[in-house]
């Protein structure tokens, strides 16, 4: 995880090299106070995945190896995502590798009554994992 200094409004983010002799944000003009933003890179974390045999081989699983649901008189129901018309037709162009990897990206975003800055949460599933270890 890597950690940047932001102006206390939010409308800038301080580039460690070359804002180090900024005392006010550009856009604003607010003093520097030293908060910092936290970051994660997706891919990385992705690319962490992908070198752990272990999950490497639960990503193929959930994907392909699946048993579908079917009702008592045999026929397929709508389960997960991959049981869907539109990943069907996506798979075709853009899931051709055994580990490419289908991921949801979940962003929401408050301002508590209590605080002057607003607070997100970005929370990414990777579709590829059977549903019940998601």
């Known amino acids: 995880m890597k950690t940047q200094e932001k102006c ?3 409308c800038y983010l301080y580039d460690s090299f070359d ?4 005392v006010v944000c550009p856009l604003c003009k607010t003093p520097r106070c030293g908060k910092q ?6 891919g990385q974390k992705l690319a962490q995945v992908l070198t ?4 490497r081989d639960l990503l193929s699983q959930g994907r392909h190896e699946r048993e579908p649901v079917v009702t ?6 709508y389960s997960d995502i991959f049981d869907g018309e539109t990943y069907n037709k996506l798979k075709i162009e853009h899931f051709k590798d055994q580990y490419d990897i289908g991921i949801v990206l979940h962003i929401d975003g ?3 009554d209590t605080s002057h800055e607003a607070s997100h949460i970005i929370n990414c599933i990777i579709m590829n994992f059977d549903p019940s270890i998601r």
């Open 110 to 112: 408050f301002k508590p």
């Open 8 to 10: 206390p409004r939010g």
């Open 52 to 55: 752990n045999e272990e999950k």
């Open 72 to 77: 008592q008189d045999g026929k397929k129901i």
């Open 37 to 42: 933003q936290k970051f994660v890179s997706i």
């Open 19 to 22: 804002d180090v002799s900024l």
